[in-house]
């Protein structure tokens, strides 16, 4: 990864999936993701995500909508739903997360507007577009609208408006607005001054509430990958890039409306706590996760370190019991299930979770445990991998790769224009099979798709995510808060775009369904067809040596 420090504050440029970092503070201890069937039929698509809408499972909705748009990309509606989700999804994380309460109550509004021009020249210097400042401040506007809907808002700053319609206020800030000439960020910032002052006549919100959210929408408007970060997400992400979080160790996907556990960290507090691979947590501290929402019940695990939560565990079997976990420090393993594949004569295997700053140490070291195992081909899994840092996938591609560009970047500023080379020492040749499927994405996109054009192995599997842009992260002077920022497009060796195309695989494989839980690798070729095809590769690759 390369890291400058700025005159403005600290940034890290990485590449990662939209909701793998959004989604970060909760991830540590509870991601929740959401498997969207097959489905050719549009409505069908749209009235699953509005029946999650109506019951306010925002999470759920979010990830559905984009699922749904990678079935059918540039469908207008779907992008719509999505952004609307991501909204309400976000409102509920800021006012679940204490450092944005706490940002509240000791912010006055001068100092929220302050934030509020600093954000808009971050935007200006660094975002990969030219920024529409009118296009800002509305979106801002539609941010507050949907705050204006959300009981924790108006519980925080308007209890009395709860259950009364806004809708007036919201036309006259509209009206007000639209006769204003928005060129500039000064243009942006008035206008919001503007907005804040009328929200407090007619609904006594506190101006630092109403200045934040449109704090928070200048940035989440941008595009699916640029947020405002909370204090506590900031650090969040620190801690992904280290590869460590505080929490349980346990990653969980949304199934009808409860938790169902796909992967338990090693040497995790949940790991500890006897939880396993598809399980259900039922409660949380007595409380029933069928009696609130998924988000609900997954904002009910977080906690500071140290500190217990009683689970309610059901097992595949339908056995019912209770466990304590301890939320403490867990170190999560970007190189995972290094191992040789029985059955396949001399075929190492490892599955790469994520790149962060120890991934190419981590993976060399997995290579030489695998080297003095008898390993005479590779496969490496990225499969479900969103991505990480930029600069931890092109060393690990480095580690195969001999010489010529890996990746490149582009971007509205010159200094954002990068190539990034391989160099031949240390490198290993070794034959090579790179699993990935369509939930690999960025970094992982760059280390396969490094790979295939290379000619440095062979791509098995699915279509990738094509998720091909760089974001930076910013700290904020004001709030010890952060942004995360789309500065760039990366490009493949010979210059072709990853993003809405993704990495094509040499070997297609068609799988009618899946046998292998998210999360967790196949312990042998014969349970998994993508593993299955990629050693076929390889025992026909060592046979025509």
């Known amino acids: 990864m390369r890291r400058n420090l700025v005159a403005a504050g600290r940034r890290l440029l990485f590449a990662a999936l939209a909701y793998w970092?959004?989604?970060?503070?909760?991830?540590?201890?509870?991601?929740?993701?959401?498997?969207?069937?097959?489905?050719?039929?549009?409505?069908?698509?749209?009235?699953?995500?509005?029946?999650?809408?109506?019951?306010?499972?925002?999470?759920?909705?979010?990830?559905?909508?984009?699922d749904a748009l990678r079935q059918f990309p540039g469908e207008e509606n779907l992008k719509r739903r999505f952004d609307f989700a991501r909204l309400h999804y976000d409102l509920a994380r800021r006012y679940h997360d204490r450092s944005f309460r706490d940002l509240l109550q000791r912010t006055t509004?001068?100092?929220?507007?302050?934030?509020?021009?600093?954000?808009?020249?971050?935007?200006?210097?660094?975002?990969?577009?030219?920024?529409?400042?009118?296009?800002?401040?509305?979106?801002?506007?539609?941010?507050?609208?949907?705050?204006?809907?959300?009981?924790?808002?108006?519980?925080?700053?308007?209890?009395?408006w709860i259950g009364r319609?806004?809708?007036?206020?919201?036309?006259?800030?509209?009206?007000?607005?639209?006769?204003?000439?928005?060129?500039?960020?000064?243009?942006?910032?008035?206008?919001?001054?503007?907005?804040?002052?009328?929200a407090q006549r007619r609904l006594g919100l506190s101006p630092v509430a109403v200045v934040l959210e449109y704090v928070c929408a200048a940035a989440s408007s941008l595009d699916a990958y640029s947020a405002y970060l909370t204090p506590d997400q900031l650090a969040e992400v620190y801690s992904q890039i280290r590869g460590n979080f505080v929490g349980l160790g346990v990653e969980l996907k949304a199934v009808d409306g409860s938790l169902t556990i796909v992967r338990v960290i090693p040497n995790s507090p949940a790991q500890e706590a006897g939880l396993r691979e598809g399980d259900r947590i039922v409660s949380v501290d007595g409380q029933s996760t069928a009696t609130v929402t998924t988000d609900?019940?997954?904002?009910?695990?977080?906690?500071?370190?140290?500190?217990?939560?009683?689970?309610g565990v059901k097992t595949p079997d339908g056995q019912v019991r209770q466990t304590i976990a301890r939320r403490r420090r867990v170190e999560v393993p970007s190189v995972d299930e290094v191992k040789m594949l029985p059955g396949a004569l001399g075929v190492g295997y490892l599955k790469l979770t994520c790149f962060q700053e120890t991934t190419a140490r981590d993976l060399d070291a997995a290579l030489w445990e695998l080297y003095?195992?008898?390993?005479?081909?590779?496969?490496?899994?990225?499969r479900g991998n969103p991505g990480g840092l930029l600069r931890s996938g092109v060393e690990a591609a480095d580690l195969f790769i001999d010489r010529g560009v890996i990746v490149s970047t582009h971007g509205r500023n010159a200094h954002e224009d990068a190539a990034y080379a391989a160099h031949e020492a240390g490198t290993w040749r070794v034959p090579l099979v790179v699993l990935i499927d369509h939930d690999s994405a960025s970094a992982a996109e760059i280390f396969a798709g490094a790979i295939r054009e290379h000619g440095r192995g062979t791509v098995v599997g699915k279509r990738s995510y094509g998720?091909?842009?760089?974001?930076?992260?910013?700290?904020?002077?004001?709030?010890?808060?952060?942004?995360?920022?789309?500065?760039?497009?990366?490009?493949?060796?010979?210059?072709?775009?990853?993003?809405?195309?993704?990495?094509?695989?040499?070997?297609?494989?068609?799988?009618?369904?899946?046998p292998v839980e998210p999360g967790r690798a196949a312990s042998s070729p014969a349970e998994d067809p993508f593993l299955l095809a990629a050693v076929q590769v390889l025992q026909q690759s060592m046979a025509s040596r």
């Open 21 to 66: 970092t959004l989604v970060a503070a909760v991830l540590a201890q509870s991601a929740v993701t959401i498997a969207l069937p097959q489905a050719a039929d549009l409505g069908e698509v749209l009235r699953r995500g509005q029946q999650m809408e109506s019951e306010r499972r925002w999470g759920e909705a979010l990830s559905h909508y984009e």
């Open 165 to 198: 319609p806004t809708d007036g206020f919201c036309r006259e800030l509209r009206v007000m607005l639209s006769g204003r000439v928005i060129q500039s960020r000064t243009d942006a910032r008035d206008a919001v001054a503007q907005a804040a002052a009328l």
């Open 467 to 514: 998720k091909g842009s760089v974001q930076g992260i910013f700290a904020l002077s004001q709030g010890a808060a952060g942004l995360r920022l789309t500065t760039a497009k990366f490009y493949s060796p010979s210059g072709r775009p990853y993003s809405g195309v993704g990495v094509e695989p040499h070997v297609v494989v068609h799988q009618v369904s899946r």
């Open 109 to 160: 509004p001068s100092e929220a507007l302050s934030l509020y021009h600093e954000v808009l020249l971050k935007i200006q210097s660094h975002y990969v577009d030219v920024p529409r400042w009118k296009d800002a401040v509305e979106a801002g506007t539609t941010g507050l609208e949907v705050a204006l809907g959300e009981t924790a808002f108006l519980q925080a700053h308007a209890p009395a």
């Open 296 to 311: 609900g019940a997954a904002n009910l695990l977080q906690g500071p370190e140290g500190s217990s939560v009683v689970l």
């Open 372 to 382: 003095r195992s008898g390993m005479r081909s590779l496969v490496i899994d990225v």
